[in-house]
Every structure is written in structure tokens, then in C-alpha cells.
T-cell receptor, first 111, second 114 residues
């Protein structure tokens, strides 16, 4: 594989702090949203999803918030660890199986 | 168990040549997807298979691109008359039926067209 995201927006956090990654989506008809994590040389990995009838969903150390009014999605990572360093993509889906990915945010975790 | 595998991991070809990229999905996964990822961008949808049939091929950029999945398992993405702009990482993913975003991606094939 190859490194992706050489010129992506970047978020740098201290190990142990909480991280918040934001995403604006484009299609008001989207009814399902997903966050993926992509490490260098690997394919994206599913983290968490949320349907449009929800505002918040929690997983293990991660929380996704959805604000449909302003078409905004965020991913919160609690107690960020070095292993969380990666590129994070939000993605939207309008009801079929075609998922549209955003541009991505690179997260750096400082030890 | 084994994840999605893709071969080759890297492919270098010359402009105008024909290439085939292979994807082995997770056993039992009926849905298979191809995406293309250019440097610094998110994956771009190409095509989705449910079983042997292409249920949505709206992302294929032009008729030089074609994909098959003849037995509902392994899939091959075929690119004719390659162009330099085709250079990217081609990602394959699979999922159980109705899984939507809960898909499992392979490591990708890095295609370089000289």
C-alpha cells in the first residue's frame, strides 16, 4: 500500500487527551453515516456508524455526534492513545450501498 | 479468520497497457465493493456486487473500466488502455448482505501507470 493523506487537515493531540474530529457532509438526503480509520499502507477500518434518526452513538472509547440541522458529524475519541494515530474519514450513505467518503483528517498523537 | 486479500499489492504498467486486479473477499460475504483512492483523498466508489451481479456500477469512470465476479466470490477489476490518471490505490471491500457501511477493506493494490 502507500501513505495517504500527505496534505490532509491535521489534528495533533497529547496522549491521554480527548480528540474531536469534525466533518461536514453534503447531502441532506443521507440517512446513514460512518467513521473509518485508515493506517498507512492499509485499507480503511470501520469504527462506528450512526443513522439519521439518532443524534449520538457511543462505542468503546469513541462517540459519534450528528447534527442534521447544519449537516455536521463529529468523532470523539476518549483518552487518545498512540495507536489512534491514523487518517480518519467520515462517510455518508443515501440508502443504497454506495458510500461517499469525505477528504479525511490526519490525527497525530504525541507521547 | 482471513481478511480481504488483494493481488498484486503493487502493479507498475505502461500507458496503454491492460491490467487486472484481483480481490478475494471474506468467505461468506455476498457483497463486494471496489473503490479507488488517490493520494490525499478519500476512497471513491467504483462498483458494488451483490452475488454475481453488479448492483451499482455508477462509479466506474468510463468504459475502460470493467469488473466481474463470475462465481459470487473472487472479483477482478479490469482496466483497458491504462492512462497515467488511473494511477491510484484500488481498494476492495466485502460485507455480509445489508451491512452497508460495516464493510471490511483489503490492503489495496497500488497501480502506477508510467
Amino acid at each position: 500500500g502507500e501513505s495517504v493523506g500527505l496534505h490532509l487537515p491535521t489534528l495533533s493531540v497529547q496522549e491521554g487527551d480527548n480528540s474531536i474530529i469534525n466533518c461536514a457532509y453534503s447531502n441532506s438526503a443521507s440517512d446513514y453515516f460512518i467513521w473509518y480509520k485508515q493506517e498507512s499502507g492499509k485499507g480503511p477500518q470501520f469504527i462506528i456508524d450512526i443513522r439519521s434518526n439518532m443524534d449520538k452513538r457511543q462505542g468503546q472509547r469513541v462517540t459519534v455526534l450528528l447534527n442534521k440541522t447544519v449537516k455536521h458529524l463529529s468523532l470523539q475519541i476518549a483518552a487518545t492513545q498512540p495507536g489512534d494515530s491514523a487518517v480518519y474519514f467520515c462517510a455518508e450513505n443515501t440508502g443504497g450501498f454506495k458510500t461517499i467518503f469525505g477528504a479525511g483528517t490526519r490525527l497525530f498523537v504525541k507521547a | 479468520g482471513a481478511g480481504v486479500s488483494q493481488t498484486p499489492s503493487n502493479k507498475v504498467t505502461e500507458k496503454g497497457k491492460y491490467v487486472e486486479l484481483r480481490c478475494d473477499p471474506i468467505s461468506g460475504h455476498t457483497a463486494l465493493y471496489w473503490y479507488r483512492q488517490s493520494l490525499g483523498q478519500g476512497p471513491e466508489f467504483l462498483i458494488y456486487f451483490q452475488g454475481t451481479g453488479a448492483a451499482d456500477d455508477s462509479g466506474l469512470p468510463n468504459d475502460r473500466f470493467f469488473a466481474v465476479r463470475p462465481e459470487g466470490s473472487v472479483s477482478t477489476l479490469k482496466i483497458q488502455r491504462t492512462e497515467r490518471g488511473d494511477s491510484a490505490v484500488y481498494l476492495c471491500a466485502s460485507s455480509l448482505n445489508e451491512a452497508r457501511g460495516r464493510v471490511f477493506f483489503g490492503p489495496g493494490t497500488r497501480l502506477t501507470v508510467l
